[in-house]
């Protein structure tokens, strides 16, 4: 393995580890994402700029929720879409609605 030749890491390659960011949903600096998620959408770079690796997770949780709730076959369009509008607001917005009629799980 040679060293010779080769340049020095883009910015695009150093690892984001210790990236930070102001999470607009726990407002508060935290550790901010590793990767852009939704890549090629604006909700992606928005997310990547704002929301942090915490609140990404509480997403998460909260889609899993979401795509059990609806039945969502996320290989259609239509629930993509929803899938969308509902991160955005999340984020962004009042908070995503719950589904009608969604009755949480009991904590023992």
């Not at 909260?62 to 996320?74: A, D, G, S």
Request: net charge neutral; with cysteine.
């Amino acid at each position: 393995m040679s060293c010779s030749g080769g340049s020095p890491p883009s910015a695009e390659r150093i690892d984001p580890a210790g990236r930070k960011v102001f999470c607009v949903k726990l407002q508060q600096e935290m550790p901010g994402l590793s990767e852009i998620p939704f890549e090629g959408h604006p909700l992606g770079q928005k997310i990547y700029e704002s929301i942090s690796k915490e609140a990404w997770k509480m997403w998460l949780e909260h889609l899993k929720m979401i795509m059990n709730e609806y039945r969502l076959n996320l290989g259609t369009l239509e629930s993509q879409e929803l899938v969308i509008k509902q991160m955005d607001e999340y984020f962004f917005g009042a908070g995503a609605a719950l589904p009608p009629g969604y009755v949480a799980p009991k904590t023992k």
